[in-house]
């Protein structure tokens, strides 16, 4: 979303080469110059991967992901995170939310349940995780 906030997923061909922390750059120097050129614009960058729901996980970081179940059909994923966590992966105004949307290119809803109730765990219906 121009001028506010971006998501940026990267990835390297190159073996042991970071993707994330070569654009971050030393101490946040690369990113930090590229955001001040942005008029103080936020940079999320993500790791970029093939596995559809890993993507989705590292798009919403630092919220814990409880489940991502994907429907194929409808190119849509629903995502369901601890209760306290909801407004954090929501993101003021629905922003966060709309930027991983665009970002893995997938309808996502987002869904809280109750910490007493919530453990990790990773599911579709398709048997594909892959994009």
Known sequence: EAGVRTKL???STQ??????GSCVGQ?????????NELGGERV???PWSENTIEFIK?????VTVVEVILDESTNSAKVV??????SLAIGKEGQNVRLVSKLTDR??????KSTAEAKPEVSENDNT???
Not at 15 to 20: E, K, L, S, T
């Open 27 to 35: 101490k946040g120097v690369r990113v930090q110059t590229v955001t």
């Open 129 to 131: 995780n892959q994009k």
């Open 44 to 46: 999320d960058i993500i």
């Open 81 to 86: 995170v601890p209760e306290d966590q909801l």
């Open 107 to 112: 309808k996502i809803d987002m869904v809280g």
């Open 15 to 20: 073996q042991g080469v970071d993707p994330v």
């Open 9 to 11: 997923a990267v990835f």
């Open 58 to 62: 590292a798009s919403l970081f630092p």
